[in-house]
């Protein structure tokens, strides 16, 4: 099967040498309860920044406020150097601009794989069908998945839901694809193939933000990751420096913890 | 403790199968027999069944009533289409309205929960007098003053109540990650809900509504009191003449033959949707 080849990352539109996200000391708290106590980043171009750290520590918080679905009560959060957290700005034109995949992959069960993977070109961006189809089968079919284009969700297996989960949120083009823990609901068979996915995107210079619990993965394919625990960042590094040296007395703690809960006599980080 | 070889053969149990098969069948077809034969020799030997069979089952005013029964009921099947589908849009309407907290439509809010319950509460045949002459005397211009549009108006009030809450179930009952997903599409809310959520609440709650849609297609009845002459004020026309109960049994007949067929229909339609998903969902399809 001969399909155009589609890019999948697009590199317009940012001033020149503003990063691609930055988030200025952003806050978030639920009922009273900080969940993020000032959080700084910076994700440049073609950079994949890994967020790791306890369930609760606030990592899907950071993704869910760049993307707009929460309001943050404090700070700023910049999407190629324009501020997005201006209140009072229409939140939907932003979000097109960004590609979220969640946990739970969130497929749209009663449509087919096809019609979730173009509804938001289609609806949002206005996008016509015909070419949106084209497109998102080109996607499909990079991604391994075009024989699946016609069956509902909940026929495909985890690992393709999540990868169908991807395609859906990269046919717009976004400036940032945001990866909240897209393996933990995963069986351990399948990660693999959701993982490498995500290693092609990055290989092919997408600009990503992911939250995880994947140490081998997080340091392959990380240019930058950060520690969270209790809502604030508390270490950042490249990733041999967060693995192998890490500085912060609750850093080492974390890993060591996940270190003793694996075989004790494996590394770390798995090759 | 497991033995090291086995008693039973393959064809032994085939055998069992089959004999436990037999029994269940001599049993389910026996019990039928007897409940069933029962229970209608008990009516056809009571001493009133003569007296019964002239009243009610008279094949005489059977035939006498129901061409003219059989007609009248075209309005009702009109009345129901176009009252049912008002009840659709109102209902889904005002179910909105209350599961999505809008700060403007605090008043509509508050003003459609009153609504739904002040119409649950009252008794449909009450409506119906209410609204069928009640406005008229109103002496208002603009109103309609038909009797058939008015009783269909009340019923369609009453029906929405219910059906509005029906859809309210549904709505609540998709995950709020279906819309966050739809939201970070880049739709629009109303987008999200046109698209993601609607659709998946209205499959959910189509049992539920097929149950409201059948018991409004019976009481499409009741605008018989207010005069309009669909089946059952025809029926009871002939009653009237007749001194016989029959042309009733006749009107239920017609009845029958539109909410029978449409209940197998939604059936059907389920059974597919489940099929076409591959999963066996007790609750139907997603």
Redesign the interface.
Known sequence: MSVPEVPLSDATGAPAGAPVLQLRGVTKSYDGKDVLKGIDLSVGEHEAVVLIGASGSGKSTVL?CI?L?EEIDDGDIFLDGQPITVPGLD???I??R???V?Q?Y?????MRVLDNVI??AV???RMDPAQARTAGLALLDRFGLADRARD?P??LSGGQQQRVAIA??ML?RPRALLLDEVTSALDPELIGEVLSLIRELKAEGMTMVLATHEMSFANDVADLVCFLEDGRIVEQGPPEQIFSAPREAATQRFLARLLRREDPDQPLVRG | MSTPYTLTTRADRAQARRRRRRRQVAISGISTVVLLGGLTARILTASGWPVFRRTFLSAYWFGKSIGGIASAFWLDVRLFMVIELAVLLMALLIALIRTFEVPLLFPVRLLASVYVDVMRGVPTILLVYLIGFGIPTLNLKGLPTSLTLLGGIALAMCYSAYVSEVFRAGLMSVHPSQGAAALALGLTPGQALRHVIVPQATRRVLPPLLNDFIALQKDVALISILGPQEAFRVAQIFQDQAFNFTPLIAAGLCYLCVTIPLTRFVDRMQWRAIRDRGSALALGPR
Do not use: E, I, M
Request: hydrophobic share 35%; no cysteine; proline share 10%.
């Open positions: 869910r993307d679905l939140p939907v034109p979000r097109r960004l590609g979220l969640f739970a969130n497929l749209f069960p009663h509804l938001g609806r949002g961006q509902y909940d026929k859906r949120a717009t």
